[in-house]
């Protein structure tokens, strides 16, 4: 859902629009994975949210690497433990649509998620001046 400040764009931009969009940005907030390792190579601070992946091997040293504290499973990090590790929880910790308790555990506990986050980015220095002009995507 987009909500007042951020946005979902999954399946609304290029790669291109994409790196523009990260490049432009104060900061990115997302799940492991292609989005958060762009914007690392490109300098952009992140707040990485890990589910299954392991933020010691995944994690960069200057992103806040989170995992959901209120997730009890065993096995975590599982990734490539079978062949089916990111489609499913290989512990079958799910909810009834499926979504692995790793990643349903953030909302239990998103007033830390929140507090942290908020945090991080307050850290960072000032943002940019509204006056810095933009690149805009070729």
Same mark, same amino acid.
Request: glycine fraction near 10%; aromatic fraction near 8%; include cysteine.
């Given at each position: 859902?987009?909500?007042?400040? #951020?946005?979902?764009?999954? #399946?609304?931009? $290029?790669?291109?629009?994409?790196? /523009?969009?990260?490049?432009? +940005?104060?900061?990115?907030? +997302? &799940?492991?994975?292609?989005?958060?390792?762009?914007?690392?190579?490109?300098?952009?601070?992140?707040?990485?949210?890990?589910?299954? $992946?392991?933020?010691?091997? /995944?994690?960069?040293?200057?992103?806040?690497?989170?995992?959901?504290?209120? &997730?009890? &499973? @065993?096995?975590?990090? &599982?990734?490539?433990?079978?062949?089916?590790?990111?489609?499913?929880?290989?512990?079958?910790?799910?909810?009834?649509?499926?979504?692995?308790?790793?990643?349903? +555990?953030?909302?239990?506990?998103?007033?830390?998620?929140?507090?942290?986050?908020?945090?991080?980015?307050?850290?960072?220095?000032? @943002?940019?001046?509204?006056?810095?002009?933009?690149?805009?995507?070729?």
């Amino acid at each position: 859902l987009d909500e007042p400040g #951020g946005a979902n764009l999954v #399946g609304r931009t $290029t790669v291109e629009e994409l790196v /523009w969009i990260i490049r432009n +940005a104060r900061g990115v907030l +997302a &799940c492991e994975g292609g989005t958060v390792h762009l914007a690392a190579h490109l300098g952009v601070p992140t707040v990485v949210l890990f589910g299954p $992946t392991d933020p010691v091997y /995944w994690g960069y040293g200057a992103s806040l690497n989170l995992v959901a504290e209120s &997730c009890a &499973c @065993p096995r975590r990090p &599982c990734e490539f433990s079978d062949a089916g590790w990111h489609l499913r929880c290989v512990e079958g910790r799910e909810d009834e649509h499926g979504h692995a308790e790793c990643m349903t +555990a953030f909302l239990d506990d998103a007033d830390n998620l929140v507090a942290r986050t908020a945090d991080f980015f307050l850290e960072l220095s000032p @943002p940019k001046d509204a006056s810095t002009e933009r690149r805009s995507p070729s």
